[in-house]
């Protein structure tokens, strides 16, 4: 699991939720670490490359137009002095902008982003076309020599919705009021000095071009005496900051946050520190994709992408039990990339943009496929399609497990997969290099978009042209095409929710050790230890690390499924028709937090948390629901491991990663196809945690 990730471009189609819009291997382990050691110079310098271009210049913050402040830079948030872009997310760097939905333009200060160890500040130029901050966000803020005893960690969620919560996290949904979100705090483990960034998540997903108003309150440092509020929040608080040249045009927004928090009980006497920020539009986290969707739909026509066949083996049931017939070729697919660069021998992609500013294809590009057809085929048994996701920067060849040839050959399914492009093996190269300077960062999210693109694309193809090629028809094979599913593990399954809520012709799809919000789970994942060599080295503030993180979760929101769920049957993207995803996480998974499901699970989205979830814990405020169940729904699995400590550091424990376990039990095998075939999840365990005891 893991990505870094950028959009946000505009398009009609979408219906953002919430009145108040105006304001890796089979198993998904990482097999890619070698690659990434072997780029790493050890002095911590970066290896040789093209050397990043240097920042533009980016807009100054309108409220610093009236001259020099006292606060300090002009490109910096003073509200909490210690670090320049906190608090995050904040309204500072929301400029009005009438061409975007929410009204606004992401605009940071050319200072504003971290800087590497080359001095050199992450690029805000790509921000622009974000209308706001990611459904996803963190909160983030520094309280030199904080106490959290009293903050709602995991276990606490129910308790930040508390009338004396210290911290109030608010949802303006225009007419209908302000409404109390849930949240949990963690300090950041990764840090060891006395001023660490407390991290405020939510604890569900949040909706699209929507305000959001937090206050804090009650907070006392280790000797227990009241953390003082910074210069610069006391001025705005106590009515002081009228006549100052930063603070001043910000009074009247201020003001609004105080009153919302005196609406929903809280004093502005005792506040501490107070913002509020707005999410981006369902336009400026979907459009591009949406558009590229309609227009490659149009250019590959009613039959999808044409197949070409590089090479056909077939085995006798000695040679292979299960599989009859491998296939590798190629699907020729629109290409809305160009290049972008260097780093190394890596070369680097972003999005083709037409003078409209939406990606324009420039001609076709052709990645491989695998289709592994199953022996109980060749008699002319219709056949439905499986699409597998693979996992972590891994390749299609993951589809060729044994696990999968015997679902194959017993519930009478052809499976098919291809490289996530822009997450695949081939990519590593190129993640690495944006490591070492976040600002090319689009490398991975626009390719991410061509990724999901073929993704969804090759389905149509394999419903449409699969059978008619020559070696397939004249073995007798049946395609059924409307038996057409995904099936992904780690990152898969994270994925999946993406594919399914974006596919016209999958319906269902089992998502394998998932997960979702990558700005939360990479931090948390063992996958990424390697990864984080070279963001140490380049940005070694862990403070500066948690704001980069925030950062690109809101251009990774157009792939990460944290945006996505809303969209699978809640609210479908327009002209689409509710699609369904079975969840599959793992207990005590070292690779994918199953922190970020119960999020979904917390969420308005209809993903439903299924009964016997644990049996040494609840999902605090889900209440689970019976078997059987129709719709999208989450199942855990169980292989003995004791959760994980709380906190943003991968787990370890004496029991072993359980990830690569829940896909080859029959019994979660069973269900799959149960829920594949009917859209109904069935009890599987015999009444009890699954798997079901031997």
């Not at 327009?574 to 998974?589: I, S, Y």
């Amino acid at each position: 699991m893991r990505r870094w990730w950028l959009l946000g471009l505009l398009v009609w189609g979408c219906d953002d939720g919430g009145d108040g819009a105006q304001q890796a291997a089979d198993t998904g382990a990482l097999d890619a670490g070698p690659q990434v050691d072997a780029m790493i110079d050890r002095d911590g310098d970066p290896p040789d490359g093209d050397a990043p271009d240097a920042a533009p210049d980016a807009a100054p913050d309108a409220a610093a137009d009236a001259g020099p402040p006292p606060f300090g830079d002009p490109d910096c948030d003073p509200l909490v002095p210690e670090v320049c872009a906190m608090p995050w997310p904040s309204s500072l760097y929301l400029a009005p902008d009438a061409t975007h939905d929410t009204g606004y333009a992401l605009t940071f200060g050319a200072t504003s982003l971290p800087a590497n160890r080359m001095r050199q500040h992450i690029d805000p130029a790509p921000y622009l076309r974000a209308d706001g901050y990611s459904v996803g966000t963190p909160l983030l803020a520094v309280f030199p020599n904080l106490d959290p005893a009293n903050l709602p960690d995991q276990a606490g969620v129910a308790d930040s919705l508390a009338a004396d919560a210290p911290i109030v996290l608010l949802e303006d949904a225009g007419e209908a009021g302000l409404r109390r979100v849930p949240y949990f705090t963690e300090l950041d483990r990764r840090d060891d000095t006395d001023a660490k960034t407390l991290y405020v998540r939510p604890a569900e997903i949040l909706k699209e071009g929507t305000r959001y108003v937090v206050g804090f309150r009650g907070l006392v440092d280790a000797a227990g005496e009241p953390i003082a509020p910074s210069p610069a929040f006391a001025a705005l608080r106590d009515g002081l900051a009228e006549g100052d040249a930063q603070l001043g045009p910000r009074v009247p927004a201020f003001e609004a946050v105080f009153a919302d928090l005196a609406t929903a009980g809280v004093d502005r006497g005792g506040l501490q520190l107070a913002w509020d920020f707005t999410t981006q539009s369902c336009a400026s986290v979907h459009g591009a994709l949406l558009h590229m969707r309609a227009d490659a739909s149009e250019r590959v026509g009613p039959d999808g992408p044409e197949l070409i066949v590089d090479t056909v083996e077939r085995f006798t049931p000695e040679q292979n039990p299960h599989i009859a017939l491998r296939i590798v070729g190629r699907f020729r697919v629109p290409n809305y990339l160009k290049e972008d660069g260097t780093f190394q021998d890596a070369t680097g992609y972003v999005l083709n943009l037409g003078e409209d500013g939406l990606p324009a294809a420039d001609g076709w590009r052709e990645p491989e496929f695998v289709v592994r057809i199953p022996h109980t085929a060749l008699d002319g048994t219709p056949h439905g399609l499986l699409q597998y996701g693979h996992g972590l920067n891994g390749t299609w060849n993951q589809v060729e497990a044994g696990h999968h040839d015997r679902t194959a050959a017993e519930y009478g399914y052809i499976y098919f997969g291809a490289n996530m492009t822009g997450m695949s093996s081939p990519d590593v190269a190129g993640i690495v290099g944006i490591l070492y300077d976040i600002s090319r960062f689009p490398w991975l999210g626009h390719k991410l978009h061509q990724g999901l693109l073929e993704s969804i694309l090759l389905p149509r193809a394999m419903m449409h042209r699969l059978a008619a090629l020559p070696e397939v028809a004249e073995a007798g094979v049946v395609v059924d095409p409307d038996r057409v599913f995904w099936e992904g593990d780690s990152q898969g399954g994270i994925y999946g929710a993406s594919h399914v809520a974006l596919s016209p012709e999958v319906t269902r799809g089992m998502l394998g050790v998932p997960g979702q919000n990558y700005s939360t789970m990479l931090q948390r994942s063992v996958d990424f230890d390697p990864f984080f060599f070279v963001i140490d080295t380049s940005y070694p503030d862990p403070k500066d690390q948690a704001v980069l993180l925030a950062l690109v979760q809101t251009l990774w929101d157009s792939a990460d499924p944290v945006s996505y769920y809303r969209h699978l049957s809640a609210d479908p993207f327009p002209g689409d028709a509710p699609n369904a995803v079975l969840l599959g996480p793992a207990k005590g998974d070292w690779q994918v937090p199953l922190i970020t499901v119960e999020t979904v699970a917390r969420t308005d989205v209809g993903v439903a948390l299924m009964e016997n979830y644990d049996d040494e814990r609840t999902v605090p405020l889900v209440e689970p629901v019976a078997y059987p169940h129709q719709g999208s729904a989450i199942v855990n699995w169980h292989y003995g491991n004791p959760w994980p400590p709380a906190g943003n550091l991968p787990p370890e424990d004496d029991v072993g990663d359980p990830h690569g376990k829940p896909r080859k039990d029959d019994a979660y095998r069973r269900q799959m196809i149960h829920f594949f075939e009917t859209g109904e999840v069935i009890d599987v365990c015999g009444g009890g945690l699954c798997p079901p005891a031997e």
